[in-house]
């Protein structure tokens, strides 16, 4: 899909949260004056990386449907705040920041959502807790529902990688220094199978890790805890879902199925090519795919 004439823009709108103004930068992708379509709102992973990880999405916009693409607080071009303690870093936080987008932007009374990885995590606890009757449909790519099930799975696939690299990566966990050449080597190679497997990675997905790199605040101090699993609680999403992982995703099919399980209206598309990054190693099928999804919901009635 071409995308060249899409009107782009980037801007900041204020986030009061516990006394203090914050700005949240988010990309718009179309015109919210003009389009008579339904917003789609891109939330992105990490946490700690930026939005850019997704501009590939940009390639929707030649639907006649606006983008906007929020970047959390604490990295990119949003408000960094280093000195916030570990407890300020939860998920309330990321769903008050979501909800106030969607005001300031006027769409919370109508939109589609799309989380990936850590984002879907974020789109489904917004939708588990708060129930927000505007959303019509939603996409969680990349994304799981519990992580216990991710950790096992994850030292499934360090034991699957060269012995000298699953020997790092499993002891990472417990005491390897991250910033040693010989882990930043193996969580290389790692990221080469499991996160992208383009080779280069797109200038964008490095960017974002970069800026992850230089101010890892969110990344090292946003922890949803050992025990965070929402999958009791994931019939509570209620609108037409479709749920996207890669045949190489380190977000395996058993972390991702029981949204498949336990969510009514639900479709799953696997990509066969794809790790973690669809949307980049598969990007037209990847657009096909969503884009098809969201038309075909824009009639409230309209079957999975």
């Known amino acids: 899909m071409s995308s060249s004439s ?4 980037e801007d900041t709108i204020t986030f009061e949260h516990g006394g203090e103004t914050l700005h949240t930068f988010y990309k718009l992708c179309g015109d919210l004056s003009t389009t008579s379509c339904r917003p789609l ?9 930026t939005h850019d990880v997704l ?5 929707l916009a030649a639907l006649p449907l606006a983008r906007p693409s929020p970047r959390t607080p604490g990295n990119g071009h949003s ?4 000195e916030k303690p570990d407890a300020f870093w ?11 987008l969607l005001e300031r932007l006027g769409i919370a009374s109508d939109f589609d959502l799309l989380g990936h990885s850590w984002g879907g995590m974020l789109a489904a606890e917004f939708i588990i807790r708060r129930q927000p009757a505007g959303l019509r449909c939603l996409v969680l790519a990349n994304s799981l529902t519990s992580i216990r099930i991710r950790n096992e799975e994850r030292q499934m696939l360090y034991k699957e990688m060269p012995e000298g690299d699953t020997k790092v990566l499993l002891e990472e966990d417990e005491d390897t220094d991250p910033h040693t050449e010989g882990y930043k080597r193996a969580m290389g190679h790692y990221r ?31 922890d949803v805890g050992k025990c965070w699993d929402i999958t009791d609680k994931v019939h509570l999403i209620r609108v037409p879902t479709l749920v996207l992982n890669g045949e190489y995703d380190f977000t395996t099919d058993k972390a991702c199925a029981p949204f498949v399980q336990h969510i009514e209206k639900v479709k799953w598309v696997k990509f066969s090519r794809s790790s973690h990054m669809p949307h980049w190693e598969e990007r037209a099928r990847y657009m096909e795919v969503v884009g098809e999804f969201l038309s075909a919901h824009t009639d409230k009635d309209a079957k999975l």
């Open 41 to 49: 709102v891109v939330l992105h992973g990490g946490p700690g990386v």
């Open 6 to 9: 899409t009107k782009i823009t």
């Open 55 to 59: 501009i590939s999405l940009v390639d």
């Open 90 to 100: 939860n998920i309330d936080l990321f769903i008050d920041e979501l909800v106030n």
């Open 79 to 82: 408000t960094h705040l280093p």
């Open 192 to 222: 080469a199978k499991h996160l992208c497997r383009i080779n280069p990675m797109p200038e964008p997905v490095m960017y974002s890790i970069k800026q992850m790199e230089l101010d890892r605040t969110v990344a090292d101090k946003m």
